[in-house]
């Protein structure tokens, strides 16, 4: 099955600046990449996803780039905010054609200091 | 909307007692999911249900059975409580025909002693 690695597992950024957290997969096959972002005491939340037949994908501070060919897929938060703190998990997806089975990574704890 | 609705949102159980967590969606998803998360484990796949009448397992299904009941609910039994059950249990619905998001509830936090 597949298998999503998730790193860095913990990342401190100072307000301002950019953060970036990389996922692996090894299901050639997977061609869904969502991100999601968990609050304390909440579900995930999507914030950001991407599909095979494209590269990169921009919304406001937040993009993801995916490489199909090296079979990874990274977030990039720009200009950093404390409202960013949280943990960050990436998936992909092996759906059988009727339910997208996403299979996520181990998570990234995000902190943005003043 | 509410989304997807989990109760309970706590539960502490003995090893051994039964009970059933429950799952409701008001998105007219199709697919609906159930997931596990440990720490330093992410979240795992229990069961789930590509559309009403049918079940398939995930990843991590042993010890588990569900039922969906129709299109909106999807419950988790836990038949035999055991002490590495002790989790944080999230329900999900997805659309599925193109549109894979999930939509996760707020979460169950199970302790078993």
């Known amino acids: 099955g597949e298998n999503v690695e998730q790193h860095p597992s913990t990342l401190s950024v100072q307000e301002g600046d950019s953060a970036v957290i990389k996922c692996t997969y090894s299901d050639s096959a997977s061609n869904y990449f969502p991100w999601y972002k968990q609050e304390l005491g909440k579900g995930p939340q999507l914030i950001i996803d991407?599909?095979?037949?494209?590269g990169e994908k921009k919304d406001q501070r937040i993009a993801v780039t995916l490489n199909k060919t090296a079979k990874h897929f990274s977030l990039h938060i720009t200009e950093t905010q404390p409202e960013d703190s949280a943990v960050y998990f990436c998936?992909?997806?092996?759906?059988?054609?009727?339910?997208?089975?996403?299979?996520f990574g181990t998570g990234t704890r995000l902190q943005v200091t003043l | 909307n509410a989304g997807v609705t989990q109760t309970p949102k706590f539960q502490v159980l003995k090893t051994g007692q039964s009970m059933t967590l429950q799952c409701a969606q008001d998105m007219n998803h199709n697919s609906m999911y159930w997931y596990r998360q440990d720490p330093g484990m992410g979240l795992r796949l229990i069961y789930y249900s590509a559309s009403e009448g049918t079940t398939d397992k995930g990843e991590v299904p042993n010890g588990y059975n569900v039922s969906r009941l129709n299109k909106r609910e999807f419950s988790l039994r836990l038949e035999s409580a055991a002490p590495s059950q002790t989790s944080v249990y999230f329900c999900?619905?997805?659309?599925?025909?193109?549109?894979?998001?999930?939509?996760f509830g707020s979460g169950t936090r199970l302790t078993v002693v």
């Open positions: 999900a619905s997805s659309a599925n025909r193109g549109h894979y998001g999930y939509t």
């Open positions: 998936a992909a997806s092996q759906g059988d054609g009727t339910a997208s089975k996403l299979t």
């Open positions: 991407i599909r095979s037949n494209v």
